[in-house]
């Protein structure tokens, strides 16, 4: 067990979207360099587990890029997704690939209720239980759209952002004219 000063700088960090495993950007989380570049430039996450958001969000994909987005609506469906703790060299670039820094993702404090209390890595089940896991409930950092345009607001809504429709339709960083892609900004 490490000390709990080494634990402390993680952070719970729930994720619904293309930084998911076996997504595009999950080399982030895994500390590559980037998605082609296995090199490590950041200490690997701790995948924790499966998990729900105890409030309900909206998640949509749109924009020309196919992109998964979470806003922050009135609405009835809790998002699917996976909890990871990160240090903070990862929390800052995770800002960085959301744009954080230029208000295309706000980073905000939400509930998630955990799918399982089975955590393999023994870090990952110490953090847990310290953040609250144990009861059913984690504070966990999100990326969101706190005022979503209306173009977002319309598209259809869905509970989880599955593999099958990243594969088909989601553009790349790499591949894209611009970095911004959320309509109506």
């Known amino acids: 067990t490490q000390p709990m000063s080494a634990l402390s700088c993680r952070h719970p960090v729930f994720v619904y979207g293309t930084l998911k495993r ?38 949509v994909v749109g ?13 009835d469906t809790q998002i699917s997704g996976e909890l990871y703790f990160v240090d903070d060299a990862t929390l800052d670039r995770l800002d960085e690939l959301e744009g954080v820094s230029s208000g295309y993702y706000q980073r905000k404090r939400v509930q998630v209720s955990p799918l399982s209390n089975e955590i393999e890595d023994a870090e990952a089940a110490e ?56 309509p109506g900004r």
């Open 22 to 59: 076996g997504f595009f950007n999950h080399y982030v989380l895994t500390g590559q360099r980037s998605a082609t570049d296995p090199e490590l430039v950041r200490t690997p996450a701790l995948f924790c587990t499966p998990a729900v958001t105890c409030d309900c969000f909206k998640l």
């Open 63 to 75: 924009g020309k890029y196919h992109v998964p987005f979470l806003l922050n609506t009135v609405c």
């Open 127 to 182: 953090l847990f239980a310290g953040a609250g896991g144990d009861t059913g409930v984690v504070q966990t950092e999100i990326y969101i759209i706190e005022e979503p345009t209306e173009e977002l607001l319309e598209l259809e809504g869905l509970t989880e952002y599955p593999l099958e429709l990243h594969e088909q339709s989601y553009v790349r960083p790499c591949d894209r004219e611009a970095f911004s892609d959320v």
